[in-house]
């Protein structure tokens, strides 16, 4: 590969890098054409970008970025595969899904945090996603909003009937 080429690859890198807030660095090998085929339909279908890297490229890539992704760079070994997704939990949970645990996970860079190692997949399975946050804390607001409403009203209806008693006598 010529020297240019290289370089074209890496700012291409870096630019998908900075567009994606978590990616995930997944150990292909093993798979036939078949295999990685229904990966990539599975990934499209998350709205997952699924690409196969040159481990150099990728790591040059990374080192252009802001955050420091130093950890990840003992697992750039083997056939790589990089996963870039908007939502955090959303290749661990498809990488779950496959059956026969190929392709494995190696790393991970989601929610501003490093999970290395496949042993990390069930805390990236359990992240939730900003839609999932701001769900819970409107479940945990309305509780307390709907009892103080329901109070009132109650209270309303005790006040206007012993008005009205009142009012008979």
Not at 17 to 28: A, E, G, I, Q, S
Request: charged residues 25%.
């Amino acid at each position: 590969m010529k020297k240019e080429d290289k370089g074209r690859i890496i700012e291409e890198l870096a630019a998908i890098v900075k567009n994606y807030p978590h990616f995930y660095l997944v150990d292909t090998a093993g798979m036939n054409a078949e295999a990685t085929s229904a990966l990539r339909r599975k990934c499209f279908g998350d709205g997952i970008k699924l690409m196969v890297v040159k481990n150099t490229l990728l790591q040059k890539a990374l080192e252009k970025q802001d955050v420091d992704f130093s950890p990840l760079f003992g697992t750039l070994k083997g056939t790589t595969a990089v996963m870039f997704a908007e939502t955090a939990n959303k290749p661990a949970k498809l990488l779950k899904d496959v059956k026969g645990g190929v392709p494995s996970l190696k790393a991970a860079y989601a929610e501003e945090g490093f999970y290395v190692g496949a042993d990390r997949l069930e805390e990236l399975v359990a992240i939730k996603s900003k839609n999932e946050l701001i769900a819970d804390v409107v479940a945990m607001l309305e509780g307390p909003t709907q009892g103080v409403i329901s109070a009132l009203e109650s209270g309303a209806n005790t006040i206007h009937g012993v008005l009205k008693t009142l009012e008979e006598r």
